[in-house]
């Protein structure tokens, strides 16, 4: 059923090492997404990967891990799964296990630029992002700027049923403050669990 957008992710992936598509899944999944986001009560604020300590001048986002998983988490984690075989058979990534959580940036969040892995740490090894917000204009900031190794590339408006696909470990990127409340979903496709 996801054949088409499997393929195009993954020849973006072999072209360019990331793509961004808007009206990705199922309207009513991300609408869904969005309600179960929002209900749910336990955030706590992310630590960076590169500390122990948590450090609020780098990223003030708050998250909350997907374990327990509703309809609405699996039917998008079947989506997420089906891409995780598409892209071993196609290009011999060995990806074993997935991980996410939702994140909440409240008004002025921000997460300052960074990378997902480090260069051969055989980890994080694919990112996806995938955007709930509805109602979501360019004055309302938080948007994702992906950058390669020496510049710029393209800024992403957190849109309800956007998502974002990109290498790990080759695409440094940041979220600018947003305005106000954004919801989003990051995952990482790993090649062993820890
Ligand atoms: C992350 C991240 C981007 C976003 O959590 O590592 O880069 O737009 N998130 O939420
Ligand atoms: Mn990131």
């Given at each position: 059923m996801y054949e088409d957008i499997y393929e195009r992710i993954t020849d973006a992936l072999v072209q360019y090492g990331y793509i961004v598509i808007e009206d990705a899944l199922d309207e009513t999944l991300t609408s869904e997404l969005l309600a179960e986001a929002k209900e749910e009560q336990n955030y706590k604020l992310a630590g960076v990967?590169?500390?122990?300590a948590m450090d609020a001048n780098r990223r003030r986002d708050k998250i909350h891990w997907i374990?327990?998983?509703?309809e609405t988490t699996q039917e998008f984690l079947d989506f997420i799964n089906g891409l995780r075989e598409y892209l071993n058979r196609s290009l011999y990534l060995g990806l074993s296990y997935y991980e996410a959580h939702f994140a909440r940036y409240e008004k002025g969040d921000f997460y300052e630029k960074h990378l997902d892995a480090f260069k051969n740490s055989k980890n994080r090894v694919v990112t996806t992002v995938y955007y709930l917000n509805e109602e979501w204009h360019q004055e309302d900031g938080g948007e994702l700027l992906i950058c390669d190794e020496d510049s710029f590339i393209t800024k992403v408006l957190p849109r309800a049923n956007t998502l974002v696909v990109f290498m790990s470990e080759d695409f440094p990127h940041e979220v600018l403050p947003a305005k106000k409340e954004r919801y989003s979903i990051a995952g990482w496709y790993r090649i062993d669990k820890f």
């Open positions: 990967s590169t500390a122990s374990e327990a998983k509703s």
